[in-house]
């Protein structure tokens, strides 16, 4: 999400730092260019308008031209600007409410409530280790209460039984009931979408709202409907009360103005995002890290505690000691590879860190995506135990079996090997240094691109 807008506010801002010094002339060009980026990322005219004139504001006082650093003072003020529209503070799901809490999901057919349904079910579990049970209001979209039993078997979580010729309103009772008898501490209710916002729908949640009288209402909004999602909010919000918003979808989207536009539209803060398709891609929102994410400035905070998730402790120190001894292989730069993709992959890891944008424009020149580490992990897996740990033995006969095994050619095979050494190399310079090791692509250092790649 925000790519475009990241990468257009990055030439403004890097236009603004080369100067020495700022006039109000300079600050009110750059910040013409801020407004047309924002407008075109499709955030709301009244969010731009009012943004850009509390910017020009405190930009063109004397704080700004009489700074050391001009330039990233305007940055600066930017950043707390965007901040404060988003929400200043993180904003957590609200459990705090006799049990079970019941917690409503709405939004149109095809915004992914159902999947988020059981997403949030999940983190609720995983992440605070509630109790939950799923149910599905959806009595018109074929098949809707299966899809949401099949998504509850693979997260484990139980749903409510289905019974044909339900009313929703008496499903979201019985929900509460068999919440109640059965010490449950959340009940998620998953409602029913139209492909537009009609009365029918505002009634029948309404309904629903009233029956239950939900903890927490929540949007499920996807992203890359743009303005139509914060008109969306704004009606959500004045017929049925919402106490929240959850973007879906943010991984497809390059614009990324409906995230900056509905906190501001609607009152109502931004709680969690979906960020892929498994059941675990749902985390919460952080305006300040998004922020910094859209300005180039990275995401460090969330990429050391995506790392934290994915790499097992006892794996890391065991990692570590290979490293001391001198005893890296390809096993192990193998698990390296599974933990990149399991923290979204180099995309996703490279958007988190500072200059993300001239890393992925690297990235894009030199033609690495995830696809290639699928490959070179298949690679890896194409070679016998005794070659992953010695290396050396891959000559040219078995360069060409370890290519048929995996699909790919001697030519990617002699890149891997020589990415492998610059790592090795690496991991000796950081033995001596006494550093640790983070997973691949962590850390970079000037945002240059992991050793061996492109190359």
């Known amino acids: 999400m925000f790519d475009t807008l990241t990468e257009r506010l990055g ?180 409602t029913a979408g139209r492909l537009a916002v009609d009365d029918d729908m505002m009634d029948e949640a309404v309904a629903i709202r009233d029956a239950v009288k939900p903890h927490e209402t929540l949007l499920v909004a996807d992203a890359m409907t743009g303005q139509d999602a914060v008109n969306i909010g704004r009606v959500f919000h004045e017929k049925v009360g919402l106490t929240g918003i959850v973007l879906t979808r943010i991984d497809g989207d390059a614009r990324g103005g409906a995230a900056l536009s509905m906190r501001a539209v609607t009152g109502c803060p931004i709680k969690l995002l979906g960020t892929g398709e498994g059941l675990g891609a749902l985390e919460p929102f952080h305006p300040d890290r998004i922020v910094g994410r859209i300005l180039g400035m990275g995401d460090v905070v969330g990429l050391v505690e995506k790392a934290q998730e994915v790499v097992e402790e006892e794996q890391a120190r065991k990692v570590a000691a290979k490293i001391q001894k001198g005893q890296f292989d390809l096993e192990d730069m193998a698990d390296q590879l599974r933990q990149v993709k399991k923290m979204g992959g180099m995309g996703g890891i490279m958007s988190m860190l500072p200059g993300a944008g001239k890393i992925q424009k690297q990235m894009a020149q030199h033609n690495i995506d995830d696809s290639m580490i699928r490959r070179q992990e298949a690679i890896i897996l194409s070679m016998t135990p005794g070659e992953r740990h010695r290396p050396a033995l891959i000559k040219a006969s078995r360069k060409r079996r370890v290519a048929a095994g995996s699909g790919t050619s001697v030519q990617e095979i002699n890149k891997l090997l020589k990415q492998f050494q610059q790592l090795q190399s690496m991991m000796k310079k950081m033995k001596k240094m006494g550093g640790r090791m983070l997973p691949m692509g962590g850390g970079m250092p000037g945002g240059a691109l992991p050793p061996g790649f492109g190359r």
């Open 11 to 190: 030439k403004v801002f890097d236009g603004l730092t080369r100067r020495g010094a700022l006039s109000e002339a300079d600050i009110t060009a750059a910040l013409r260019e801020v407004r047309v980026a924002l407008l075109e990322a499709d955030v709301a005219l009244p969010v731009v308008r009012d943004l850009v004139a509390a910017v020009q504001e405190r930009a063109t006082g004397q704080e700004v031209l009489k700074s050391i650093t001009p330039g990233q003072t305007v940055i600066k003020i930017v950043h707390d600007h965007l901040v404060e529209t988003l929400g200043s503070e993180a904003v957590e799901i609200d459990l705090n409410a006799p049990t079970p809490v019941p917690m409503l999901l709405v939004g149109l057919q095809g915004s992914g409530k159902t999947t988020t349904t059981a997403k949030l079910a999940n983190y609720l579990v995983e992440k605070q280790g509630k109790k939950v049970i799923m149910a599905s209001l959806d009595v018109r979209r074929p098949a809707a209460q299966e899809q949401l039993r099949v998504l509850g078997d693979q997260a484990l979580i139980p749903t409510l039984d289905i019974k044909l010729g339900e009313a929703p309103v008496d499903i979201a009772r019985r929900a509460m009931d068999r919440g109640r008898r059965e010490g449950y501490d959340v009940v998620l209710l998953d």
